[in-house]
Antibody, heavy 122, light 112 residues
Framework: QITLKESGPTVVKPTQTLTLTCTFS??????????VGWIRQPPGKALEWLAL???????RYSPFLKNRVTITKDTSKNQVVLTLTNMDPVDTATYYC??????????????WGQGTLVTVSS | QSVLTQPPSVSGAPGQRVTISCTGS?????????VHWYQQRPGKAPKLLIY???NRPSGVPDRISGSKSGTSASLAINGLQAEDEADYYC????????????FGGGTKLTVL
């Protein structure tokens, strides 16, 4: 049974750095083809992909956030960490981590965490 | 504005069939990248409904189906039920610099 859970601050101030941790179970991030991604959703708006890290430590980032976002993994702890620098009120959103698997010509997100709402406010 | 375009809303009566479109371009769906679909009920995390254009994960009923043609994809729900009322998102991969994994803007399905 695959589960994921996000943890981190619920409120950050503008210009601060957000650090979120995704703790997962039921799979290994050492397994060929597996990845963990981060997706966010501002209140009342659509899903937005942020970053993804593969089993081989290959990392992909959204071009819209590339200079601000970093994703890392700690396979011994079954954790993936997202950092987002220089937070702004427009970054207020529910942040999800998700297990990613591949099929054919693409990766999809088949198991999701419950999400964590992060508010950026002074 | 999303790279993948979905209608903001669709509706149907119980028992009816509804379809939700997802229109992309030659750098994503039209380039041959697969389309995946998610259902999101209010206050909940998204749930995978369709992967690889047409495949249902275990537990998704066969009244839900997906298709893809050219630069577009569609999600069809037959025998509409009250529990189908939710937001639906398509997702694919885009080979341009604008984004990598991309989501549609979402479609709100209302069961009348």
């Amino acid at each position: 049974q695959i589960t994921l859970k996000e943890s981190g601050p619920t409120v950050v101030k503008p210009t601060q750095t957000l650090t979120l941790t995704c703790t997962f179970s039921g799979f290994s991030l050492n397994t060929l083809g597996v990845g963990v991604g981060w997706i966010r959703q501002p209140p009342g708006k659509a899903l937005e992909w942020l970053a993804l890290i593969y089993w081989d430590d290959d990392r992909r980032y959204s071009p819209f956030l590339k200079n601000r976002v970093t994703i890392t993994k700690d396979t011994s702890k079954n954790q993936v960490v997202l950092t987002l620098t220089n937070m702004d009120p427009v970054d207020t959103a529910t942040y999800y981590c998700a297990h990613s698997d591949s099929y054919g010509s693409g990766y999809y997100f088949d198991f999701w965490g419950q999400g964590t709402l992060v508010t950026v406010s002074s | 504005q999303s790279v993948l375009t979905q209608p903001p809303s669709v509706s149907g009566a119980p028992g009816q069939r509804v379809t939700i479109s997802c229109t992309g371009s030659s750098s994503n769906i039209g380039a041959g990248y697969d389309v995946h679909w998610y259902q999101q009920r209010p206050g909940k995390a998204p749930k995978l409904l369709i992967y690889g254009n047409t495949n249902r994960p275990s537990g998704v009923p066969d009244r839900i189906s997906g298709s893809k043609s050219g630069t577009s994809a569609s999600l069809a729900i037959n025998g509409l039920q009250a529990e189908d009322e939710a937001d639906y998102y398509c997702q694919s991969y885009d080979s341009t610099l604008s984004a990598s994994w991309v989501f549609g803007g979402g479609t709100k399905l209302t069961v009348l």
